[in-house]
Nanobody, 115 residues
């Protein structure tokens, strides 16, 4: 069972940038997808984006063009580069690893965007 640890969250002003990292305890190349989700207060967890083992990315419409997911298999780490941040991006961001019917989650990292 893989352990996922997110980092890089914090407080940023509107229009600013942050890069989140998700470090895995084992090889991420064995997982079909590595993804990012977020959950704002009082709302359900929602999909942000993912990257497949082949490097194909997919994004939610709300972040497309502003967020970029990348992976470094040698470091077993996935990144979420967030640019042009908006107050509505405020949430706890979670990393996810998926393989067949197995899903693993990190503990989350808080991102707060001030207006």
């Amino acid at each position: 069972q893989v352990q996922l640890v997110e980092s890089g969250g914090g407080l940023v002003q509107t229009g600013g940038s942050l890069r989140l990292s998700c470090a895995a305890s084992g090889s991420i190349s064995s997982y079909n997808t590595m993804g990012w989700y977020r959950q704002a207060p009082g709302k359900q967890r929602e999909f942000v984006g993912l990257i497949t083992s082949g490097g194909v990315t997919q994004y939610a419409y709300s972040v497309k063009g502003r967020f970029t997911i990348s992976r470094d298999n040698a470091k077993n780490t996935v990144y979420l580069q967030m640019n042009s941040l908006k107050p509505e991006d405020t949430a706890v961001y979670y990393c996810n690893a998926a393989k067949a019917l197995d899903y693993y989650w990190g503990q989350g990292t808080q991102v707060t965007v001030s207006s």
